[in-house]
């Protein structure tokens, strides 16, 4: 990557001191956010933006530990904040919130947010955890009790927290009874709880926010946040070096070409989640697991570390990240072994010809492997597939589709879950309990691979109706193994993410979660 090649936009050049003027911290977004009612959100963009303007019953902090934000306490059963039978979670909420508009924020809006979040016309892209709510009481002003169909082992972690997708606390008095969320304006003009309020949208340009001097937590310490809208990996890098970004989210291609001498300083998170190869297993040819076995050993899961994070993203083989209590070692997809790569090709009948290319009855051995422009590390690693898999014979053609093309729903014509497809790069973020029924389960929302196991959904099922860690610990443990076995999923990364960020600027400190949860806390050195 040449990071001068890339010119910023006239539009994104103020700063500090600028049009913008005092304290004002910027950072950037990769397109333009579809929405900005937080629970429609569907990239990391668009939740890094709700966090600014919302917030949840519980946060996960810098640490990777589940902590209080809108509650006062996360529920124990030791606490009394869980029964007996797991079936019922009490939330103790704050005191003295209120909303941006000022009025107060109470129990109504935990029972309004739960209920939105499982109405069908609203389409929120996971409904997962929350369709086990039967109920949500609320039998005073600062108390909302959840009932849930049976017990369910995540859901403390996962419920108006980091989930399969983060659900912030929406605002009843604004939003109850005025029907679909699709259609509302207020997915334009958002009001939350959150330190910072929206100001103005330049549409393609940027986004600004203004401190919320109501915030519960004490004015924030920066008086603006701008995030500005810039869709080419290489010109971020270009306004960092000359000051339009106060921090920004490098590849680890970008971070070594600051070099040595640059003054930006880098802040590491653990990445809760992977980059991984889909497979598809809907269709030929990688509705074969021998075929996706084969080709996962063609793939030198070592170099792509190396060569494209300089090991800044380790090599993993589980969709657990490596701090999680689920995470199991021991469980191994296929080495890399191009001999016996090239055995099973030709064990399935796709055999070289004299060009090198393999051929199945005339057919040639020819996949389209998907990625995102957006992402430096995604476009890198397919360009390297590419080449692993041209020398053992195969053709790959490298598509790039628009990261918000690329997640959207099926209803929407996204295109991992339409399966249109053989491989695709994904960047998969966890939810702070293990539980990855999303992903691997044969109904799973997420399920990009379209992978179907009954052992595994039994396993997912144990898994989630247990209440011993230790039991469930040993279920998804077998869940890796199977996964292993059966690679749905080629897993190659457990990233751990590097910010870029100006000497000057103090307080940013990436959760696994988000870079954005502590936003009050940001601010610029004098």
């Known amino acids: 990557m040449t990071a001068g090649c890339a010119r910023a936009p006239s539009s994104l050049r103020a700063h500090n001191g600028g049009r913008h003027g005092g304290q004002t911290i910027a950072f950037n977004i990769s397109e333009d956010p579809h929405s900005l009612n937080p629970i429609l959100a569907q990239n990391d963009d668009e939740h890094q933006i709700a966090r600014l303007m919302f917030d949840l019953l519980l946060d996960v902090d810098d640490k990777g530990k589940l902590i209080p934000d809108l509650a006062t306490s996360v529920p124990t059963v030791a606490n009394g904040g869980v029964s007996a039978d797991g079936r019922t979670i009490v939330y103790r909420l704050r005191r003295g919130v209120v909303w941006q508009d000022g009025a107060p924020f109470t129990a109504r809006d935990v029972r309004f947010t739960a209920q939105a979040i499982v109405d069908k016309r609203n389409d929120v892209p996971s409904t997962h955890g929350y369709d086990l709510i039967t109920e949500v009481d609320t039998p005073d002003t600062f108390t909302a009790v959840v009932h849930l169909r049976h017990a369910w082992a995540p859901a403390v972690a996962t419920l108006f927290t980091y989930g399969a997708t983060p659900m912030e606390i929406l605002p009843a008095h604004l939003l109850e009874g005025k029907g679909p969320l699709r259609t509302s304006s207020f997915n334009q003009h958002p009001i939350g709880t959150g330190p910072y309020a929206l100001t103005t949208w330049k549409r393609g340009e940027e986004l600004t926010f203004r401190s919320n001097p109501r915030y519960f937590r004490g004015v924030p310490r920066a008086k603006t946040i701008v995030a500005r809208e810039v869709p080419d990996i290489n010109t971020d890098l270009v306004m960092l070096r000359g000051g339009q970004l106060d921090w920004s989210l490098l590849s680890p291609a970008q971070r070594l070409a600051l070099g040595p001498d640059s003054n930006l300083k880098i802040v590491y998170a653990p990445f809760a989640g992977f980059g991984a190869i889909a497979f598809n297993c809907r269709k030929a040819p990688f509705d074969d697991v021998r075929m996706r076995r084969a080709v996962a050993m063609a793939i030198d899961r070592r170099r792509l570390s190396a060569g494209i994070t300089s090991g800044q993203y380790p090599v993993t083989d589980s969709d657990q990240p490596l701090f999680s209590w689920a995470y199991d070692a021991t469980a191994k997809l296929p080495a890399f072994d191009t001999s016996s790569a090239d055995r099973s090709l030709d064990a399935l009948g796709w055999l070289r010809g004299a060009d090198g290319l393999r051929r199945k009855n005339g057919a040639l051995l020819s996949l389209e492997f998907v990625t995102f422009p957006e992402g430096d590390t995604a476009v890198r690693t397919a360009e390297y597939v590419q080449a692993m898999l041209r020398d053992r014979g195969i053709s790959v053609d490298v598509k790039k589709i628009s990261v918000a093309q690329f997640y959207l729903p099926k209803t929407?014509?996204?295109?991992?879950?339409?399966?249109?497809?053989?491989?695709?790069?994904?960047?998969?973020?966890?939810?702070?309990?293990?539980?990855?029924?999303?992903?691997?389960?044969?109904?799973g929302v997420s399920n990009y691979a379209g992978y179907c196991s009954a052992q595994v959904d039994d396993l997912e099922r144990r898994a989630l109706a247990a209440t011993s860690q230790a039991i469930r610990t040993s279920l998804y443990s077998r869940v890796q193994h199977a996964l292993a076995q059966d690679v749905p999923y080629d897993f190659l990364y457990a990233p751990k993410y590097g910010f870029a960020a100006q000497p000057a600027l103090q307080g940013l400190s990436p959760s696994p979660f988000s870079p954005t949860w502590n936003a009050w806390q940001w601010s610029l050195r004098r």
Not at 415 to 434: E, H, K, N, Q, V
Request: aromatic share 10%.
């Open 412 to 443: 929407e014509g996204g295109l991992l879950l339409s399966g249109t497809f053989d491989m695709a790069y994904i960047a998969w973020r966890t939810g702070a309990d293990p539980d990855d029924s999303n992903i691997v389960a044969c109904g």
